[in-house]
């Protein structure tokens, strides 16, 4: 018996378009004619994935870069956190058990989702007082809901610069409202957007979150490790979540961690104790 190994491990960009085999054939003048930069069944083939990877990393580089945007800083933390006044409302209507059950949890975590978007106005609250776009830091996240949105409205709504760095996922991903006409990107990859997380940022915020959230985490903690980026704060945004959830003591007493590791981490419970953190190493004034 043949052994039942997949061709791919992935969704390709072929079944994300919903290209069948016939369009990819270009089996007739009119198809092979095309400029190749203007041919998209040629660029979803299989053998031009590295230029994919080139173009998603490329793009938002030049179009970051025209805004003068060279600092951010990048907020992680849950989709499924909702503001105080939308966790209120859910309560108000809440008539089902389902409902009452899912308003209680709303209103247990829409504390952090405030606190995101204090910390977001706080950031554009610094940038205001810099005339100089190399000293300026912005807010950056994943462009979807929850912490993501609550980052980018505040610092939206003061006034400044938001990134959006979005996904193409099963169930698409909708881009947040509170993100800068010009600054919101869309990616296939999530390796190309990671680096886009990584490349710009001078701190990293994560509030509590799910696989998503520690994916990322745990992705900035090993670049850190293993000396492939220059070390920066990485504040963690409530305390018992994350101690709970990561035994980071007991990665400590196994040996698999070192202390010089874990002195990476900041643990604050505030907005502005996450951005006092980034104040004082950078030495902002």
């Given amino acids: 018996m043949s052994p039942n190994l997949p061709v791919n491990n992935s969704q390709t960009i072929t079944d994300f378009l919903n290209l069948h085999q016939s369009q990819m054939a270009e089996d007739n003048s009119e198809d092979s004619y095309r400029f190749a930069f203007d041919d998209q069944a040629f660029l979803s083939r299989r053998e031009t994935l590295g230029l994919r990877f080139?173009?998603?990393?490329?793009?938002?580089?030049?179009?970051?870069h025209e805004r003068g945007i060279e600092?951010?800083?990048?907020v992680f933390g849950s989709t499924r956190f909702v503001s105080s006044e939308k966790a209120q409302e859910l309560e108000k209507n809440a008539k089902t058990p389902e409902a009452i059950a899912e308003a209680k949890q709303a209103l247990l975590h829409c504390k952090y989702y405030d606190?995101?978007?204090?910390?977001g106005a706080i950031v554009a609250?610094?940038?205001a007082t810099q005339s100089e776009d190399r000293n300026k830091l912005h807010i950056a996240t994943g462009g979807g809901p929850g912490i993501m949105e609550a980052a980018n409205r505040g610092a939206f709504e003061a006034g400044d610069q938001s990134i959006g760095f979005n996904i193409s996922l099963p169930r698409e991903q909708q881009p947040n409202p509170y993100l800068t006409p010009g600054l919101s990107f869309r990616f296939h990859y999530f390796a190309i957007r990671k680096m886009h997380f990584m490349l710009r940022a001078r701190a990293i915020v994560a509030y509590p979150g799910g696989f998503g959230s520690f994916d990322?985490?745990?992705e900035v903690l090993t670049l850190m490790q293993t000396k492939k980026v220059e070390r920066f704060p990485i504040i963690l945004v409530g305390k018992t979540f994350w101690q709970e959830v990561i035994s980071?003591?007991?990665m400590l007493s196994y040996g698999v961690i070192d202390q010089v590791d874990m002195n990476l981490i900041h643990f604050v419970e505030t907005a502005p104790e996450a951005w006092t953190v980034i104040r004082d190493w950078y030495q902002l004034a």
């Fill in 71 to 74: 600092h951010t800083i990048t």
């Fill in 216 to 218: 990322e985490l745990f």
């Fill in 248 to 250: 980071f003591n007991q």
């Fill in 125 to 127: 609250g610094y940038n």
């Fill in 54 to 64: 080139q173009l998603e990393l490329l793009k938002p580089e030049i179009l970051l």
């Fill in 115 to 119: 606190s995101a978007r204090e910390f």
